[in-house]
């Protein structure tokens, strides 16, 4: 599992990746809105700052003015060592739907979502403030999970790109329609990356090309399941199997 400090747990957590002890510096303007405004800090409170890392750091409110939220890094608390790598390709599906996906996937230990456009995707590439938008929706699950490593959210690129650049040690695709080998016997080892189809699923010549590829074709359940459901029981059938 990662890493996390029963040390100071009362403290309200913020995202910060330049946090260094010793180091004063200026949260960013939805972290420094999000502490002044909402959580109604005062100088000279303590708080915990993330750097999606790895690193949880005690810090102090120095000042809260019109130009944001000033604080010090007093002392490292914790530096957790990565965990095993579990990258997500998944298919692209509605907006709302990945919001979700992306928030859940976060608490589950995910390191990497990467997303892709294939033959059955039915939604438009998404803009770069939409991806902006996801990336603050995993930090926020991260803050709210007591998780120390931010994944990274990369993408959209061609199926077959993302297939070919990020294998791992073992590589699996979610298939419907495999009738030999289930998800939980496949999990030999980590690193692992999971491919997960849109709404539809994958075409036959997509999972041909994956397994080209070296992944190989795994069913989850016989029931038919919508593709951010099936994402996240694959993760947390992976996150148990591998303690993340």
Known sequence: ???SCSQKDGLRRLFCPQAQAGERLWLS???GHHLARVLRARAGQEILLLDGKGGLLLARVIKIDKKGVLVEGIKSLVKAPPPPALTLLQGLIKGE???????????LGTTRIVLFQSRYSIVHRPGKEKLKTLERISIEALKQ???????????PLPFKEALKNFRTATNLILHEKEEQRRLPEALNSAPLTLAVGPEGGFSPEEVELAQTLGYLSVRLSRATLRAETAALAAVA???SKFDL
Do not use: C, F, N, Y
């Open 97 to 107: 739907r990945l919001r979700w996906l992306v928030q859940k996937a976060t608490e």
């Open 237 to 239: 059938v992976a996150a």
């Open 29 to 31: 303007p939805e972290e």
């Open 1 to 3: 599992m990662d890493g």
């Open 145 to 155: 999970s007591g998780r120390l490593h931010l994944p990274e959210i990369i993408g």
